[in-house]
T-cell receptor, first 114, second 113 residues
Framework: GQNIDQPTEMTATEGAIVQINCTYQTSGFNGLFWYQQHAGEAPTFLSY????GLEEKGRFSSFLSRSKGYSYLLLKELQMKDSASYLCAVRVLPPNTGGFKTIFGAGTRLFVKA | SQTIHQWPATLVQPVGSPLSLECTVEGTSNPNLYWYRQAAGRGLQLLFYSVGIGQISSEVPQNLSASRPQDRQFILSSKKLLLSDSGFYLCAWSVGPRSYEQYFGPGTRLTVT
């Protein structure tokens, strides 16, 4: 089956660095996403990794290791507005189907405190 | 620029009543369209996706259905709602070479009582 695991909640301090981990067991892997979702709002796209390594985009970085089925999202210089849920999602290409599908994890709720 | 609309924003419906949620996309052609449901504290569950008019793929057997009567219109329906249908319904679109990148609408929060 397809499975994505990430911590339920994390707390960090304003100005600090936090790393949110995600492990996955899927077949037909074709990339990994991170989305940010504020309470009551729609998710917004943060990053997409298809190859191993680190992708940096401003204060946010995302890492992927396909051999380990592992990714993390790194948030630097935390701000209060970073308090949100962070969703790890995997893009897969199931056999004998019409195309790609995206499987989402349950999300990690990040609380940033002053 | 592209925008995606969903309505209504919130909805409270009794068990057994029908449902119709609408999603429209502006500023793009031939988008891939998706319906997701997010239960409280849970991840997004893909319900339906469509690669073109009249082309609907269902991911999860349920009492919901979807239709795509126009290129940029996607409708989620039910004839009889269940309590378990409560959740946050999100429509999303993607297109072109970066079709892996999905953009979500504002969502509809449905409460079935």
């Amino acid at each position: 089956g397809q499975n994505i695991d990430q911590p339920t909640e994390m707390t960090a301090t304003e100005g600090a660095i936090v790393q949110i981990n995600c492990t996955y067991q899927t077949s037909g892997f074709n990339g990994l996403f991170w989305y940010q979702q504020h309470a009551g709002e729609a998710p917004t796209f943060l990053s997409y990794n298809v190859l191993d390594g680190l992708e940096e985009k401003g204060r946010f970085s995302s890492f992927l290791s396909r051999s380990k089925g592992y990714s993390y999202l790194l948030l630097k210089e935390l701000q209060m507005k970073d308090s949100a849920s962070y969703l790890c999602a995997v893009r897969v290409l199931p056999p004998n189907t019409g195309g790609f599908k995206t499987i989402f994890g349950a999300g990690t709720r990040l609380f940033v405190k002053a | 620029s592209q925008t995606i609309h969903q309505w209504p924003a919130t909805l409270v419906q009794p068990v057994g009543s029908p449902l119709s949620l609408e999603c429209t996309v502006e500023g793009t052609s031939n988008p891939n369209l998706y319906w997701y449901r997010q239960a409280a504290g849970r991840g997004l569950q893909l319900l339906f996706y469509s690669v073109g008019i009249g082309q609907i793929s269902s991911e999860v057997p349920q009492n919901l259905s979807a239709s795509r009567p126009q290129d940029r219109q996607f409708i989620l329906s039910s004839k009889k709602l269940l309590l378990s249908d409560s959740g946050f319904y999100l429509c999303a679109w993607s297109v072109g070479p970066r079709s892996y990148e999905q953009y979500f609408g504002p969502g509809t929060r449905l409460t079935v009582t």
